[in-house]
């Protein structure tokens, strides 16, 4: 941070490994102890982007922020989902679940939010500082007992719980706040799309969801491609397959995403003369099964280079890239990878097997191996964080 020598700026560092830490404690008491100072005449600006949540922790008395963080170290280990564990996030802390906006009222509040959150729900991202919290106690206390964890809570925890249990003013509302979405997946596609467009591609927006396992979205890419590319090869060419076309549906309904926009899609392939760019977004899922390095971008793309490399696609040329729009796919410099249907059978002429390394997910290994590393995508960092961008590109010959 540059700042000028005596500049009213006051920069805290925390939060190393995306993990609540006593420096992210110490910037956190003193945000409290701002906001606790303003007036009605005063306007609070509040900048909120994802990894917040790790930035902004304030147990409340006489929960520590060990206590803390074992109680959700424990909840993530037993499958609780994201929003489980900001439920209870939320009902220990004093800044989370709208407590940011609560200390700083009767002071007008707005807060421009980066959703790095599938469907920007503005009560999830950084565990919602300025938005009031819609659980009380009792979702609190289903939660811990769907996971075995009562009886074994901290007294300052339990505390803690039968103190909210018993306040009488109730939850409190935000109605001084204005909470403004500034970034997010869907714009992001939007303004690539118009780029896209402006390099004489027909470009259509899939969805801003895409959720799910990697291998089912890698099988969702590879069977739209091969749909795609027969709708765009000239009349006399191999033609539509009715099966791949009802499989391409069906992995597109198990998949279960609220935005999707695939036979709009489709349409616009139909009736494409030239280069077509389909893109999509959002932040797919990588079991973990062996210790290589990687992340899921990278994983992404490796999968969907296999699926178009199963079968011939016909008179059309296919490109699929992944990135990270932070511009860092994992524990990697790369923000992701892009990859065409030879890519197998030229890995394989440089010794190079595939399925070893997707079964180690060491990707980032074997694209830094491939062609001396030409497939990786290198952004830098970007300094900001909306999710992934997916693009399939197609042309006919």
């Known amino acids: 941070m540059l700042l000028k020598p005596h500049s009213r700026v006051q ?50 008395p006489p929960v520590t922020l060990e206590e803390k963080q074992t109680l959700t170290k424990l909840l993530a280990a ?89 306040d ?53 890419y590879g069977l739209l491609a091969r749909v795609a590319g027969a709708h765009l090869t000239p009349p006399g060419g191999a033609g539509v397959s009715v099966e791949e076309e009802e499989q391409l549906h069906e992995q597109a309904a198990a998949l279960q995403l609220p935005d999707l926009q695939l036979k709009e899609a489709l349409e616009v392939v139909k009736g494409a003369q030239g280069p077509i760019c389909l893109l999509a977004g959002g932040e797919p899922t990588v079991q973990l099964q062996g210790s290589g390095k990687g992340g899921r971008n990278q994983e992404l793309a490796l999968r969907v280079a296999t699926e178009l490399g199963q079968r011939p696609l016909g008179p059309v040329d296919v490109l699929f890239l992944s990135g990270g729009t932070d511009g860092r796919d994992g524990p990697t410099d790369a923000a992701g990878a892009w990859v065409m249907p030879e890519l197998a059978s030229q890995a394989t002429a440089e010794g190079l097997d595939v399925a070893t390394f997707l079964a180690h997910n060491d990707t980032h290994t074997f694209f830094h191996r491939f062609q001396g590393g030409a497939h990786l995508l290198y952004t830098g960092l970007t300094g900001t964080n909306v999710m992934d961008v997916h693009f399939l590109f197609l042309r006919p010959r």
Do not use: W
């Not at 992001?188 to 896209?196: G, T």
């Open 168 to 220: 009488p003013h109730g939850p409190h509302t935000c109605g001084h706040v204005l909470n403004v979405i500034i970034g997010s997946n869907a714009l992001a596609l939007a303004e690539a799309r118009r780029q896209a467009e402006a390099l004489g591609y027909r470009a259509v927006v899939l969805s801003a969801a895409m959720q799910g396992d990697v291998k089912s979205v890698a099988t969702f």
């Open 11 to 60: 920069v805290f560092e925390g939060a190393e490994d995306n993990l609540p830490d006593r420096d992210s404690l110490r910037a956190a008491l003193a945000i409290r102890q701002l906001a606790e100072g303003l007036t009605a005449d005063d306007l609070l600006l509040v900048l909120i982007s994802g990894g917040g949540s790790a930035l902004l922790p304030a147990p409340i």
């Open 78 to 166: 037993r499958g609780a989902t994201i929003q489980e564990l900001n439920t209870i996030r939320k009902a220990l802390s004093q800044l989370k679940g709208g407590g940011l906006a609560q200390a700083a009222y009767p002071a007008q509040v707005v807060s421009l939010i980066l959703s790095d959150v599938v469907g920007d729900p503005v009560e999830v991202i950084a565990s919602g500082p300025t938005v009031a919290s819609v659980h009380n106690v009792q979702d609190c206390l289903h939660i811990l007992n769907r996971y075995g964890l009562r009886a074994a809570l901290p007294r300052s925890v339990k505390t803690v719980l039968a103190r909210a249990d018993s």
